[in-house]
């Protein structure tokens, strides 16, 4: 049997691509910005050539109703809405109460609209977690409301974290799940268990780290990880962190003619700065030399931007800006200069085969922003699992 879907605020893809993969057929998607909907008709449309309805249109514009009537879809008959509404309003990096009133954060309410109308038996919401902080009570409470008064029930409305599910990357996500109550939904549980652990729980299979993502560490520097990072900032022996080396996965390098292996290309300073920063290395750590004029004399703030990397744990989370070292930990692990955005890619579990257009800063809006493919799967598996 197969379940029919449609992708609220689609981006490049990601939900889409999770939905595909847990065997959903999609029927439509929306998207505003047109390098994301570029790539979503590249992907989708043209290279897997998918029967997919593609609106590159403003969400506000856009009649809940003529869309399911051009979709051929009776009242209650979609399975499922996914959706992750624009999330800067509800960013846990603003201060204070920035993001209050922000227009973005009405999106989550327009999301409603759809589900009004189509009245699938489930809905998918994704956002970041500053949708839970208290500053935001009111667009939650609203929304919450809505689904209640139209007959769902929210069985998860929480954060959850991508590395427990596979992605080998510390991504934390708030999902809000609601199903119709007359809907065919059996036995509900949700979320899935975790499939991944952390190296002290005694559990496996542990965190995937970022290695995989990356070619293997070439054998002249196993030493310089032990001298420059493992030695002084873990209780490993040598021995053992030449085992923790050599057992890591690894990726495959990045094809030549890849249109997502390109990184920034760095001015003489900042690849001073690269090559004056160790291995597994933060802002930091670089020479005094080379450290951050605003991050001198005791300051200890944003101690990722301009860092390396580390090899062996799950990735700092990849946004927006991964592909300038100034906006996070997004240095390659041992080369001077940042992650290409392929590597970027791969940290949010997207395959090689899925490309993205436009310029860099494009490119990279679209990765940050994406769900991580290989946990929507594991999330909207287990939701059609429970559909009859």
């Known amino acids: 049997m197969s379940f029919t879907a449609i992708d609220l605020f689609a981006g490049a893809g990601g939900f889409t691509l999770s939905a595909i993969e847990a065997g959903v057929d999609v029927l439509a998607a929306i998207e505003f910005d047109k390098a994301a909907a570029y790539t979503y008709r590249k992907n989708f449309i043209e290279q897997q050539q998918r029967d997919i309805t593609l609106l590159n249109d403003d969400i506000n514009q856009i009649s809940p109703r003529e869309l399911r009537q051009e979709l051929g879809l009776e009242v209650s008959e979609l399975d499922l809405i996914l959706g992750g509404p624009p999330c800067q309003g509800f960013s846990t990096h603003r201060i204070k109460n920035a993001g209050v009133g922000d227009p973005r954060n009405s999106l989550l309410l ?58 080998p990357q510390n991504r934390k996500r708030v999902f809000i799940y609601g199903v119709r109550r007359d809907s065919d939904v059996i036995n509900i549980s949700f979320p899935p268990a975790p499939t991944h652990f952390s190296p002290g729980s005694g559990k496996f299979p542990r965190w995937r780290a970022a290695s995989c993502a990356f070619e293997p560490i070439p054998d002249y520097l196993y030493h310089a990880y032990w001298d420059e990072y493992f030695r002084k900032k873990t209780d490993l022996t040598y021995e053992q962190t030449m085992e923790l080396l050599g057992e890591l996965e690894y990726g495959t390098p990045v094809e030549k003619d890849d249109v997502c292996g390109v990184h920034m290309v760095p001015t003489k300073l900042m690849e001073e700065r690269f090559i004056d920063t160790p291995l597994n290395g933060s802002r930091e750590d670089a020479g005094e030399r080379h450290r951050l004029r605003c991050h001198s004399g005791g300051y200890k703030g944003h101690k990722d931007v301009y860092g390396r990397v580390l090899i062996h744990l799950p990735s700092n989370t990849i946004t927006t800006g991964c592909h300038n070292p100034s ?62």
């Open 110 to 167: 327009r999301y409603f609209e759809f589900v009004h109308e189509f009245r699938p038996k489930i809905f998918l919401v994704e956002n970041v977690s500053g949708l839970l902080w208290k500053r935001h009570e009111e667009y939650l409470k609203k929304f919450l409301a809505l689904a209640d008064k139209e007959n769902y029930e929210i069985k998860f409305c929480n954060a959850l974290n991508a590395k427990d599910y596979g992605v």
């Open 327 to 388: 906006k996070g930990r997004f240095i390659h692990p041992w080369e001077n200069h940042g992650i290409t955005l392929r590597h970027a890619a791969r940290l949010q579990s997207f395959p090689d085969s899925f490309n993205f257009f436009g310029n860099s800063t494009e490119q990279a809006r679209q990765i940050g922003n994406a769900i991580p493919p290989l946990l929507g799967t594991i999330l909207i598996r287990e939701i059609c699992s429970r559909l009859k």
